[in-house]
């Protein structure tokens, strides 16, 4: 037999067994219970980085607020991320309801059913299109993620890095020609369970694999080595500072908050006051604070919302990994000052004159175009080299500041010998246009939050 007839026979013996082994042994999900498009785009979007044990709770009460493509596309920015609250990667709920919108609009609230069509929509690349289109319409077109790239790759012993794009076309290419007339729906979803639950990326179940006879990758021994991937840049590691202020007075019992700007990494999702902070700084003996430069500066722009704070002692120190940064977050407490843990009144934290935010009132319109992330780490890199850095000099030009401007401080009077004297400068995140809220833990069902803060408030509420 030639090697072309025993390539055909490998494919025809893998995409037959792949299909008997499906129907028997495939998962009750909610989303598999119907064809409904709607319902399985939601789930495929939940899907993304995401493993289904978690997914399955926030796909049933997402369906069951907004049941309809026009729920979706009607309702409150705030009420969709508050939905989505625990699943990280927020800008998926955002194109979610934004993709919504335009069905709605383009075309009257079905969601296409042509790769054309549906590939136009915010948030949807080839692998949504693919799932969506072959799962609920039938269409033989290929879904390639990450578990059927695996799959692929150690069946036909592929040494493609699957980190490169021209692998991926090659997968698809390849997952096209392997999918049986009239059942693209259940090929799709058998490759994909047969990555997820068998042929997985460490200790793969090869004896209970449905199409391990022909499996290349097995027969020459490289089923731990498939596939190759090249290893993507570590998140680069950024030591914040946050400040956990609790109110007095009229407002103990209460937790000052802020919603992000509008664009950037986590967009208009609440969250407790932070800075980019240099952690190889350390305070006076007996502070405890890592860099009081950036304590000022939070404190800074906390006072230009109208609250002054007095930090008390730090509490607890929390991570979070991105996709592209590495957050350790140091929490400190802190408390509104103003009025005193008895009860009484007490001094302010800082005393300001009155021209101290003229800098920053004069470029709040460019501030808001800005990533508040981008510009704080420009603002530590100059604090650490002395030398103003492109990544601010770019910036600077956006805000059309010199940079005498850019570098301008106002004097503050500190009044009280155990607070951080909080020094203004346009060189702060807090510059930004957030919006500030006091909240109690009732309160915290109308706010949406990521999963670090959440966890943070969660803890303090719980005490």
């Known amino acids: 037999m030639s090697n072309l007839a025993l390539q055909q026979e490998a494919k025809t013996y893998f995409s037959r067994e792949l299909l008997v082994w499906y129907d028997e042994h495939k998962r009750d999900l909610p989303w598999r219970r119907s064809r409904n498009p709607y319902h399985i785009w939601i789930s495929e979007i939940m899907l993304q980085q995401t493993r289904v044990d978690t997914v399955i709770p926030y796909f049933t009460r997402f369906i069951e607020k907004f049941p309809t493509v026009e729920a979706l596309a ?7 991320l508050k939905s989505w609250e625990g699943l990280g990667y927020y800008s998926r709920a955002r194109n979610l309801q ?3 919108q335009q069905v709605v609009e383009r075309h009257e609230g079905i969601v296409p059913n042509t790769p054309e069509e549906i590939s136009a929509l915010k948030g949807i690349g080839p692998y949504t299109a693919g799932a969506v289109l ?48 009239g059942r693209a729906s259940d090929f799709n979803q058998a490759l994909m369970e047969l990555g997820a639950m068998v042929c997985t990326p460490k200790s793969p179940g090869c004896l209970t694999c449905p199409v391990m006879k022909h499996c290349e990758g097995r027969m020459n021994g490289m089923e731990l080595i498939l596939p190759i991937k090249t290893k993507s840049k570590p998140p680069r590691p950024e030591h914040r500072l946050l400040a956990l202020v609790e109110g007095t007075g009229e407002r103990a019992g209460q937790v000052l908050i802020r919603q992000r700007p509008a664009t950037g990494l986590l967009a208009r999702m609440w969250e407790l006051p ?25 404190t800074y722009g906390i006072h230009n919302e109208g609250v ?6 730090p509490w607890i120190t929390e991570e979070h990994t991105f996709s592209h940064i590495h957050w350790t977050m140091r929490v400190f407490r802190c408390r509104e000052a103003g009025v005193s843990a008895t009860g009484q009144q007490s001094e302010p ?37 002395g030398s103003t850095p492109s990544s601010l000099q770019k910036i600077q030009k956006q805000l059309h500041l010199d940079d005498t401007l850019a570098v301008e401080q ?18 702060v995140g807090e ?24 966890k943070i408030l969660q803890q303090h509420f719980a005490q």
């Open 74 to 80: 009607t309702a409150p920015e705030e009420e969709v």
């Open 98 to 100: 934004a993709a919504a």
């Open 134 to 181: 072959s799962i609920a319409y039938g269409v033989p077109v290929p879904a390639v993620d990450g578990n059927v790239m695996r799959v692929l790759s150690r069946y036909f012993c592929l040494e493609d890095d699957i980190a490169k794009g021209p692998t991926r076309v090659k997968m698809e290419v390849l997952a096209k020609e392997l999918i049986p007339r």
């Open 274 to 298: 932070h800075i980019l902070a240099d952690d190889s700084k350390k305070a006076g003996a007996g502070a405890d604070l890592p860099d009081t430069d950036a304590m000022k500066r939070l």
């Open 308 to 313: 002054d704070i007095q930090p008390l002692e």
């Open 349 to 385: 934290t800082v005393r300001y004159t009155s021209s101290a935010t003229q800098p920053l009132e004069a470029s709040q319109g460019a501030l808001k175009e800005i990533d508040p992330l981008e510009y704080e780490q420009a603002t530590l890199e100059l604090k650490l080299s």
């Open 410 to 427: 106002q004097e503050a009077v500190a009044e009280h010998p155990e607070v951080y004297e909080a020094v203004p400068s346009t060189l």
């Open 431 to 454: 510059a930004f246009a957030y919006d500030y809220r006091w909240i109690t833990a009732g309160d915290m069902k109308n706010y949406a939050f990521p999963n670090l803060f959440l």
